[in-house]
T-cell receptor, first 111, second 115 residues
Framework: EDQVTQSPEALRLQEGESSSLNCSYT??????LFWYRQDPGKGPEFLFT???AGEEKEKERLKATLTKKESFLHITAPKPEDSATYLC????????????FGQGTELSVKP | DAGITQSPRHKVTETGTPVTLRCHQT?????MYWYRQDPGHGLRLIHY???????DKGEVSDGYSVSRSKTEDFLLTLESATSSQTSVYFC??????????????FGPGTRLTVT
């Protein structure tokens, strides 16, 4: 069964305290893994696409990595403005681009 | 923001009434999607469209219908709203990257409450 699981569900950090979020997946024929950021009351905002194991993408304090079974979103020296819910998603092969989403990790960064 | 707007942004309606949500895009994307987001369930696909008058079901399509008569508009209709359809609804469009992956960009959402 195609599945995406994120952990932890919630993460509280102090400003400057680096950490990682995990996204594990079981899908056939991976054609990319997406990370999104979602702020309360808003739609998901696209962050990264990772296509193959070993690939890395960076944006400001965020770095996403991909292995054959999971992806990590590393947050280096986070700031309060990084507080949001982070979602990962995987498109299903040959099904119109349907995305399967994880439940998300709610990140809170305190000053 | 990928040029996506949704209307209305908020709606309160009564059980049994019909409701139509509109998604409008300005960039001529072929694929459009409707998702709902609920606590504990995350984002789930309701219906999607792969062209004018071409639509298909997602995983939670019961109680919903869609229509796409123009490339830029994708409508989601609840024929007879129920309290279980209280949710936040998101529209998305798909772009095709050089690696033929399916990146989706989301609209701002519609918060629907069925009383």
């Amino acid at each position: 069964e195609d599945q995406v699981t994120q952990s932890p569900e919630a993460l509280r950090l102090q400003e400057g305290e680096s950490s990682s979020l995990n996204c594990s997946y079981t899908v056939s024929g991976l054609r990319g893994l997406f990370w999104y950021r979602q702020d309360p009351g808003k739609g998901p905002e696209f962050l990264f696409t990772l296509y193959s194991a070993g690939e890395e993408k960076e944006k400001e304090r965020l770095k996403a990595t991909l292995t054959k079974k999971e992806s990590f979103l590393h947050i280096t020296a986070p700031k309060p403005e990084d507080s949001a819910t982070y979602l990962c998603a995987v498109p299903l092969y040959n099904q119109g681009g349907k995305l399967i989403f994880g439940q998300g990790t709610e990140l809170s960064v305190k000053p | 923001d990928a040029g996506i707007t949704q209307s209305p942004r908020h709606k309160v309606t009564e059980t049994g009434t019909p409701v139509t949500l509109r998604c409008h895009q300005t960039e001529n994307h072929r694929y459009m999607y409707w998702y709902r987001q609920d606590p504990g369930h995350g984002l789930r696909l309701i219906h999607y469209s792969y062209g004018v008058k071409d639509t298909d079901k997602g995983e939670v399509s019961d109680g919903y219908s869609v229509s796409r008569s123009k490339t830029e508009d994708f409508l989601l209709t609840l024929e007879s709203a129920t309290s279980s359809q209280t949710s936040v609804y998101f529209c998305a469009i798909r772009t095709v990257s050089p690696n033929f992956s399916y990146e989706q960009y989301f609209g701002p959402g519609t918060r629907l409450t069925v009383t």
